[in-house]
């Protein structure tokens, strides 16, 4: 599986942003995607996960109200539309996927993740 993030760019607090996140390769097994952000000094923490079944998603508590996570499954990608932007929000943004397979010895997941675009807010 690749990924291919865009969208990133500068933006001045209160503006907004719209990250794409473009999946290629064997997505058929891809369970869950999300985006994580790390600005530096800090860990990559993640700011919304979505799973491919219901759809169902789930936000960090800074961006609750804020961001909104979607996806075309058509397009195998996945969106965040960033609102009310804020200068703490400024950090580089990766794309996630969590898929999954099973075999006779159980689950087995992998991992993927994008490149990775910078979105800075300036105050």
């Known amino acids: 599986v690749q990924l291919v993030e865009s969208g990133g760019g500068l933006v001045q607090a209160g503006g907004s942003l719209r990250l794409s996140c473009a999946a290629s390769?064997?997505?058929?097994?891809?369970?869950?995607m999300a985006w994580y952000r790390q600005a530096p000094g800090n860990q990559r923490e993640l700011v919304a996960h979505?799973?491919?079944?219901?759809?169902?998603?789930n936000y960090a508590d800074s961006v609750k109200g804020r961001f909104t996570i979607s996806r075309d499954n058509a397009k195998n990608t996945v969106y965040l539309r960033m609102n009310s932007l804020k200068p703490e929000d400024t950090a580089v943004y990766y794309c996630?996927?969590?898929?999954?397979?099973?075999?006779?010895?159980?689950?087995?997941?992998?991992?993927?993740w994008g490149q990775g675009t910078q979105v800075t807010v300036s105050s």
């Open positions: 979505i799973t491919s079944g219901d759809g169902s998603t």
């Open positions: 390769g064997n997505t058929f097994t891809i369970n869950a």
């Open positions: 996630h996927a969590l898929r999954t397979t099973w075999t006779t010895s159980g689950r087995h997941d992998y991992e993927y």
